[in-house]
């Protein structure tokens, strides 16, 4: 988006409330405006930034649900570099690229062996391939990788002499950090090759070096150029399956199988604060990206919706995959994607702010991806492939999010607040806008307006310390209520049980009952004694209740209970259908009223019959299973008597969670584990009494039951697979009978 068509939009909308389409009068109110803004913004895209039209991607985000959802362009391609532009001749292999803190730009060519220096108007200020070595000729071979410390030495990835050259900042040869040597020891391990692909310096000027084919981590240096270690190595997690196949094979089999080894790294820098961000080669994963201490551990935020790991993929193979990180002074690091081309940026609590780029071979797409760093507010990413620095200039778009932050992290909350409002000027869809404006008015006090867009931006953390401070204020304004209430139904209760009113509403109450009864008689039964429908009905929903109340005595008495109900006729199919169909009841009520905190699904996508489904399925599928099964082993029970059992078992479920529904909309974050321990206890309730009541119908002993039992979950997976299977032949059936009547009518 343009800067006019920016400008225009928060002229327009920059005071407007977020919740305008939520709102139905204010919806009507600036239709017109709407159309104005549309209208503008159309003619101002396709009349005066005709280069829009060019750009071959589209911006998107990850809601809290991981679903991608459109996005306004964050940055535009705005200007392609090559070394010819430049006058320094193609780039041949270009590998890294670092832009100083005055704004330098340094480039490793590879294939020319070579580092170009450029300054900040990207003019050569000189071009390094030979130096004098102490009286000696040397030149660099290969280098891959470059870093500029805070003090203007350059630091070269000589990576085919397998060294470290360290240049002052007028490009005069300073020193070469040779392979690492230990005095104890063990320290480096056997066949160690070190081949320095990139390198990064802190401000105590430790030098920390990612080597090619290393899987000790980031080898560090000392600033005097001696090796101090190997820190941060990537954790090893091989699969419960690789675990188990190693676990039963042979010493021979073992040998031939591939080494538990962990990722290395592929990428490194320093940001402001001495952390060294590292990004791991392979598939991305939670912790492909880290922020280490000197200590080497990771100290990375990780408070948005999802992990900082790029685009959000079930299969790893299409996964996202890090070559390089940039963090600017704001605490924002960008990370490249080699796998599609594409930049994600995340603020430093790990919120996706925007992506941009992809591969390809237009203007402003890559082909072969492995450098990205800043110029000013300009993001550069140098393209290997097709031999250039492709430049990429913010949108006004962009330039509102990084303005929010800057605020907000300055301290200016309400400037803070009103450019997020701007930010959902350009994009309604951006949680964490509503989240930022969340933020600032909580530190302002207003409750409400926090708890309100807390929950628009889906920050459940957010809400939660909102909503506990909401709590606190509204119990304490109605503390002296509360407590008068209390005392005066217990002052009514002692006074009621003292003039025996309790008693006479007793007795009251009875006499009712008995009276309506009496005049029902006629209804109940007939002139000759017989039941009437209405009559037969009657006693059957007093047998359903009465059954009801037996499965209550079951939950608290299992082994007399489920007796009574296999030997003494206790309990009906009737009862347990209806127990069956309050469980279903309850899974959707807990779907749908779950507090906010806890409550982390989709609730616009909640489809009342899969949630049904669900609930019936497995439970047909238990009861079934089991009953075929336990038939083959001396089983005793009839599917009548499991079904019921199955069905008394599910009570403690009803009876827990519903009222604990109603409380989460009460707690917090802090209350998690109450809220998990009590969710904990009805499974626990309820799956003892599925294995007790199993056991009692059957003439079980425990461990014929617990066999039966996991025999049972078994031939349910077993079924269920049968089922997928079946499905998916007919769906392939039906998809060549298709195929085939439509060649026929077209030939």
Not at 258 to 276: A, M, R, Y
């Amino acid at each position: 988006m343009t800067g006019g068509a920016g400008s225009l939009v928060a002229r327009c909308l920059g005071h407007a409330k977020p919740n305008i389409a939520r709102n139905t009068k204010l919806v009507f109110r600036f239709r017109s405006i709407g159309l104005l803004v549309l209208l503008c913004l159309v003619t101002v895209t396709f009349f005066t930034d005709p280069s829009l039209a060019e750009v071959p991607y589209r911006n998107y985000s990850y809601d809290f649900f991981g679903n991608a959802v459109p996005a306004p362009q964050a940055y535009l391609p705005s200007k392609v570099i090559t070394g010819a532009d430049l006058s320094v001749g193609e780039f041949s292999d270009p590998q890294d690229l670092h832009v100083s803190r005055d704004g330098q730009i340094f480039i490793a060519d590879a294939g020319n062996n070579r580092l170009v220096w450029l300054d900040s108007d990207w003019k050569p200020v000189r071009v390094l391939s030979e130096f004098d070595n102490n009286g000696t000729a040397d030149r660099l071979r290969a280098p891959e990788g470059v870093f500029v410390a805070d003090d203007g030495s350059v630091y070269v990835a000589d990576t085919g002499n397998s060294r470290i050259v360290q240049f002052d900042k007028n490009g005069e040869f300073v020193r070469v950090i040779g392979p690492p040597e230990a005095d104890t020891e063990g320290i480096i391990p056997q066949g160690f090759v070190y081949q320095p692909i990139k390198v990064a310096v802190d401000p105590a000027n430790r030098i920390y070096v990612v080597s090619r084919n290393s899987y000790e981590g980031l080898t560090v240096f000392n600033a005097d150029g001696r090796f101090s270690g190997f820190v941060g190595a990537p954790r090893v997690t091989p699969s419960a399956a690789d675990l188990f196949w190693y676990r039963i094979a042979t010493q021979e089999q073992r040998q031939r199988m591939s080494l538990f080894l962990p990722t290395q790294f592929s990428n490194l820098t320093v940001d402001s604060k001495g952390f060294v961000f590292v990004v791991e080669s392979g598939p991305a994963d939670d912790d492909s990206i880290r922020r280490l201490n000197p200590a080497g551990e990771d100290v990375l935020i990780r408070k948005g919706f999802h992990p900082p790991k790029g685009d959000l993929v079930a299969s790893s193979d299409q996964a996202s995959r890090f070559v390089d990180i940039h963090v600017d002074n704001a605490g924002v690091y960008r990370v490249l994607d080699h796998f599609r081309g594409r930049v994600f940026a995340y603020d430093r609590n790990g919120w996706l702010l925007y992506v941009f780029g992809v591969r390809g071979e237009l203007k402003g797409s890559f082909r072969d991806p492995v450098a990205v760093d800043m110029l000013g507010e300009d993001v550069l990413v140098l393209d290997r492939g097709q031999r250039q620095i492709v430049v990429f200039s913010p949108t006004d778009y962009a330039r509102a999010i990084n303005a929010a932050l800057a605020l907000y992290n300055s301290g200016l909350y309400d400037q803070s607040a009103e450019m997020w409002r701007v930010v959902l000027c350009y994009n309604s869809n951006y949680d964490l806008a509503y989240s930022g404006i969340g933020r600032a008015v909580l530190r302002q006090g207003d409750l409400e307006a926090a708890l309100r867009y807390y929950r628009l931006g889906q920050d459940r953390i957010g809400y939660s310390e909102a909503f506990k401070q909401y709590r606190r204020e509204v119990g304490l304004a109605n503390l002296g209520q509360a407590f008068t209430l209390v005392i005066g139904v217990l002052f009514l209760t002692i006074v009621a049980s003292k003039l025996g009113l309790v008693r006479k509403a007793g007795e009251v109450i009875a006499s009712a009952r008995k009276s309506i009864a009496n005049r029902l008689d006629f209804v109940i039964v007939d002139s000759q004694g017989n039941r009437t429908p209405v009559g037969r009905a009657l006693a059957a929903v007093g047998d359903i209740v009465s059954n009801l109340r037996y499965s209550l005595y079951t939950a608290i008495h299992p082994f007399d209970g489920f007796y009574e109900v296999r030997h003494g006729k206790k309990g009906s199919v009737a009862s347990a259908v209806v127990i069956l169909a309050l469980m279903t009841l309850t899974y959707v009520i807990m779907r749908q009223y779950t507090g906010f905190v806890f409550n982390t699904r989709d609730l616009a996508r909640l489809n009342v019959y899969t949630e049904l489904a669900s609930v019936l399925i497995p439970f047909s599928l238990w009861c079934a299973v089991n009953w075929a099964l336990t038939t083959l082993m001396d089983g005793k029970g009839r599917l009548r008597d499991i079904f019921i059992s199955s069905a008394f078992a599910l009570v403690p479920m009803i009876l827990i969670n519903i009222p604990l529904t109603v409380l989460t909309n009460f707690m917090v974050a802090e209350d998690a584990s109450y809220y998990y321990a009590i969710s904990a206890l009805a499974v626990i309730w309820t799956g003892s009494l599925l294995l007790i009541g199993n056991m009692i119908i059957h003439e079980y002993s425990v461990g014929k039951t617990g066999f039966t039992a996991v025999l049972t979950l078994v031939g349910m997976a077993f079924v269920l697979f049968l089922g997928v299977l079946f499905v998916s032949l007919v769906n392939t059936m039906v998809g060549f009978v298709r195929s085939l009547y439509i060649e026929i009518i077209f030939r």
